[in-house]
């Protein structure tokens, strides 16, 4: 299993179809996607406002929009964490 955590916010239709690539992965049942609201906090805010959605990695690595479902999976094969 693999965590990962999309920077969102409210309203952002960007974040939805980011959250349908990942739910539609070939591996989605291997995935454990946390969705992170960034307006309740104003570090978020500052840090992601302008590049949400971002999608973050167990390495602390990111993808910035726009990246698509080959991105995703390119980054998790790359990644050290086990499935």
Not at 24 to 36: C, E, G, N, P, R
Not at 39 to 57: M, S
Request: proline share 5%; aromatic share 6%; charged share 20%.
């Amino acid at each position: 299993m693999i965590t990962l955590q999309l920077f969102s916010t409210v309203g952002c239709h960007l974040c939805d179809m980011a959250i349908e690539q990942i739910k539609t992965l070939s591996i989605a049942d291997q995935v454990d996607l946390h969705i992170v609201e960034i307006g309740d906090d104003d570090v978020l805010v500052e840090q992601y406002g302008v590049r949400i959605p971002v999608l973050k990695f167990p390495d602390n690595s990111e993808l910035n929009w726009p990246f698509n479902q080959n991105d995703i999976l390119q980054k998790i094969a790359s990644n050290p964490v086990e499935l």
